[in-house]
Every structure is written in structure tokens, then in C-alpha cells.
Nanobody, 126 residues
Framework: QVQLAESGGGSVQAGGSLRLSCVSN?????????MGWFRQAPGKEREGVAL????????AYADSVKGRFSISRDDARYTVDLQMNSLQPEDTAMYYC??????????????????WGQGTQVTVSS
């Protein structure tokens, strides 16, 4: 059973924007403490990009995307979105959605989570 499904990836030129969306089901969504996005480029380790706490709405971002990316959640649609602006070639990667039920949120400092999506590719050309 698919818990998380991402959409919105694609190819853009540097300076462009994309919006990624991750949809889950009610159980997965409301059992989550935190939700977020990771990315993995070829030959590199998976890294956290942004996360949001389901109840408080507090957010955190990797330094490399601060000021350019914005994460949001929608309790009615069970979604977590990532708005990506001013995209650069170094943002090229497979982007994964994840949710974690643990308290404290493991995604703050690790790549651990309860559920993962299949990933959506983002390619930025110069």
C-alpha cells in the first residue's frame, strides 16, 4: 500500500520554479509528527531539504535552500508541498517526501523516517 505519492517534478532552466506535492492518506498524515522533503543527487548521499511539524507548522530548511524553498502542509488534503524558486543546477536531484511519527522528529538530524515516497525527479539546466 502506497503511503506517500509525490508529483510536480520536471525540467526547468536555472532561475525557474517548480512546486512539488506529496499526498498521503488520513492515517499516515495525522499520525505524523513531522513531514518533509529530502533529495539525492547521483553519487551523493540523501540530504534533508525542508521539514514541517504537522501540529505547530514550524519549519526548518537546509542552508542551501533557505530563502528559495518553502514548505507547507494542508490538513484538508493530506498534502505537504515544496515550493522551489530560483532553482539552480545544483538543485538537480531526485526529491523524496517523508513522514515521521517519532518524537522528537528524527528527520531533524538523520535520514530516518517512517514512510517514504517513490521520488520525483527535478532537473535544472544552466
Amino acid at each position: 500500500q502506497v503511503q506517500l505519492a509525490e508529483s510536480g517534478g520536471g525540467s526547468v532552466q536555472a532561475g525557474g520554479s517548480l512546486r512539488l506535492s506529496c499526498v498521503s492518506n488520513a492515517f499516515t498524515y495525522f499520525s505524523s509528527n513531522c513531514m518533509g522533503w529530502f533529495r539525492q543527487a547521483p553519487g551523493k548521499e540523501r540530504e534533508g531539504v525542508a521539514l514541517i511539524y504537522r501540529v505547530s507548522g514550524s519549519t526548518a530548511y537546509a542552508d542551501s535552500v533557505k530563502g528559495r524553498f518553502s514548505i507547507s502542509r494542508d490538513d484538508a488534503r493530506y498534502t505537504v508541498d515544496l515550493q522551489m524558486n530560483s532553482l539552480q543546477p545544483e538543485d538537480t536531484a531526485m526529491y523524496y517526501c517523508a513522514t515521521d511519527r517519532y518524537v522528537p522528529c528524527r528527520m531533524v538530524s538523520t535520514n530516518e523516517a517512517n514512510y517514504w515516497g517513490q521520488g520525483t525527479q527535478v532537473t535544472v539546466s544552466s
